[in-house]
């Protein structure tokens, strides 16, 4: 039996999918949309192919510093595992370097690495920050993410006003308040 083409699969299914919603699927709007849609959603969880340690590998320096190194307002698109609708917003990372550093491009592409899967925020939130924490074991990881998701904008309570925060404190940052503090105060600076 030969396996077939997931995006092939996809295509048909999701042809089936505008059929039962009533649609004509041959309609020149929509004879492409079964293989867009496969494509879209390949891409939109493009996560689960990718390897974190490929990501960081090559990336960790030996570095004496040990001063806080936040990046914040990285864009956040990722799709709720429970509707399959997109959730979007802004992660904050941050972590106490202890000998190690990781170059900055790094954290934005771990962002996306787990962003890029069916999730829940606070799921997302956990996963970037014990990346972080088993790729340099610093002396502590702080990530917040603050999202929009569609699932509660567009459908159920429709609050187009609401988001969601979450928060994963790892190390220092949850055991030092001053630590947490100045996280805080870093990534709501504007």
Do not use: W
């Amino acid at each position: 039996m030969s396996e077939q083409d997931p995006l092939v699969e996809m295509s048909s299914l999701v042809r089936r999918q505008l059929e039962l919603l009533g649609e004509d699927t041959e309609r020149e709007g929509l004879k492409k949309t079964p293989d867009r849609v496969a494509k879209s959603l390949a891409f939109l969880t493009s996560g689960y192919k990718a390897d974190i340690t490929k990501i960081v590998n090559q990336a960790v320096f030996r570095e004496g510093g040990d001063e806080m190194v936040v990046v914040r307002d990285i864009e956040v698109y990722s799709m709720c595992e429970h509707h399959m609708l997109p959730f979007f917003g802004k992660a904050h990372v941050a972590y106490l370097p202890d000998g190690k550093v990781i170059g900055l491009s790094k954290i934005p592409r771990l962002v996306d690495a787990f962003a890029r899967r069916l999730q829940v925020q606070e799921r997302l939130t956990n996963q970037i920050a014990q990346a972080l924490e088993c790729a340099l074991k610093p002396k502590g990881v702080g990530v917040i993410i603050e999202a929009n998701h569609l699932c509660m904008m567009m459908r159920g309570v429709e609050k187009q006003n609401s988001s969601a925060s979450t928060s994963a404190m790892l190390g220092l940052f949850r055991t030092d308040s001053k630590t947490r503090s100045e996280f805080l105060s870093l990534v709501h600076r504007r």
